[in-house]
């Protein structure tokens, strides 16, 4: 893998960064994935953080368990969604507002709440692959 290829963790006190600016996780697997010239950037503006390249960071191991996690978790939906799932190609929010939604992240759907807001998704809108409305909450608690 050339330099220019490498993807690279933001670490700071044991913590990774998330994307997003979602602040700081322990988990690499909720860990943001950055290119060279973010983390340069983004270590110029934050004291005390590190950048780790994700080879250095990640065991072959550690992969193969995340993978067979999410594959237990998709299989949860047996290969289908439940009908109230809207696919964004086919309609969008015709409202502002927050919607629970399933990101595709690598391939798998992992559900969010994201701001809709003036006919776009606020954060990750080229990853919301399906959106429904919030529940509403429950009236005594």
Aim: charge should be positive; include cysteine; hydrophobic fraction near 35%.
């Amino acid at each position: 893998m050339t330099n220019k290829n490498m993807m690279f963790f933001i670490k700071k006190n044991n913590a990774y960064y998330r994307e997003n600016c979602k602040g700081y996780t322990y988990s690499k697997l909720e860990a943001g994935i950055y290119d060279k010239e973010f983390t340069e950037r983004h270590a110029k503006q934050v004291e005390e953080v590190k950048i780790i390249p994700v080879v250095d960071a990640l065991t072959i191991e550690e992969i193969e368990n995340d993978i067979e996690r999410l594959k237990k978790i998709r299989d949860c939906f047996n290969g289908k969604l439940p009908n109230n799932w809207i696919s964004v190609n086919d309609k969008l929010p015709s409202k502002n507002g927050l919607f629970l939604v399933l990101v595709n992240q690598s391939g798998v759907l992992m559900p969010e709440i994201k701001l809709y807001q003036s006919g776009h998704w606020v954060v990750n809108h080229k990853r919301v692959a399906y959106w429904k409305p919030l529940p509403e909450s429950p009236s005594t608690l």
